[in-house]
């Protein structure tokens, strides 16, 4: 059964980190574009951070460049968000999903094969 699982949210304060992973089962992962999503209350599901299978592309929403990197690790068919200098505006579910062979734009709709979420809360 394809599967992709989210953990590393959590509660933060603004100015911390969290890392995200995403592991995928049923599939692996090495061949497809993986991208990180998020949704906040209210708000449309955004794309943050989407990565090629090579890895050799990547992009960053503007709002999280330079504070978030986005990688992968093939072997253990996993995918990471680190996310530095967090900001209240970040609080949101996050979620990964997988896209297609070729490197496409991160946007939901090239998306699919969704993990459930995890929450992240940045407040002090």
């Known amino acids: 059964q394809l599967q992709l699982v989210e953990s590393g949210g959590g509660l933060v304060q603004p100015g911390g980190s969290l890392r995200l992973s995403c592991a995928a089962s049923g599939f692996t992962l090495d061949y497809y574009t993986i991208g990180w999503f998020r949704q906040a209350p209210g708000k449309e599901r955004e794309g943050v951070s989407c990565?090629?299978?090579?890895?050799?592309?990547?992009y960053y929403a503007d709002s999280v460049k330079g504070r978030f990197t986005i990688s992968r690790d093939n072997a253990k068919n996993t995918v990471y968000l680190q996310m530095n200098s967090l900001k209240p505006e970040d609080t949101a579910v996050y979620y990964c999903a997988k896209g297609r062979i070729l490197f496409t734009l991160c946007k939901p709709g090239f998306f699919g094969s969704w993990g459930q979420g995890t929450q992240v809360t940045v407040s002090s």
């Open positions: 990565i090629s299978s090579s890895a050799g592309s990547t």
